[in-house]
């Protein structure tokens, strides 16, 4: 069987880096793929690639509201790879008014697909809602992280279309 690929959107900090990390380390012969809008920026995405054996790690720009960028990655991972084993969009978006979530839509029947919820993750997205945070339930990205990809772990073709929660709760959609 051929190495899994994983491509991670918003690998450039927060769960998105901690997703990758996550995939290096219990995935050894998987090839990551990590996008971000601004990867000259991203230090320690680029440490962490670089301290990979050579072509496991693929950095791109990508900025999922510039179509082009896009496709040129989607592009880039056909012509690298031939295929997709595991996406994860972690870019971390709100309203512009600070409330509320955004939506996952029009996605292709061929794919399995859920909507994970990590619950508040200690990270600088969060930082405006940790008061109210119920004491034992800010997580730490790793935990986070190690959550969600117990539920990934677990999927299966009934459950796709569905939202779940960190601790497997099923969210109404």
Not at 127 to 156: I, N, T
């Amino acid at each position: 069987m051929a190495a899994p690929v994983a491509l991670i959107q918003g690998a450039s900090r927060g769960l998105g880096l901690q997703f990758c990390r996550h995939i290096l380390k219990s995935r050894p012969a998987a090839f990551l793929v990590a996008t971000c809008r601004n990867p000259e920026a991203a230090a320690e995405l680029r440490d962490l690639a670089a301290g990979q054996r050579p072509g496991r790690v693929t950095v791109l720009r990508m900025d999922v509201t510039r179509e082009e960028q896009v496709r040129a990655a989607a592009d880039r991972v056909a012509e690298a790879f031939g295929r997709l084993d595991l996406l994860v969009n972690s870019a971390g978006m709100l309203h512009p008014s600070g409330r509320g979530e955004t939506r996952l839509s029009d996605v292709s029947a061929q794919v399995l697909c859920v909507a994970l919820h990590p619950g508040t993750v200690d990270t600088a997205l969060s930082r405006p809602y940790r008061r109210s945070v119920p004491s034992g339930r800010l997580f730490g990205a790793e935990r986070s992280v190690e959550l969600l990809m117990s539920l990934v772990d677990a999927l299966d073709a009934q459950k796709s279309g569905r939202a779940f929660s960190w601790d497997g709760a099923e969210l109404p959609w």
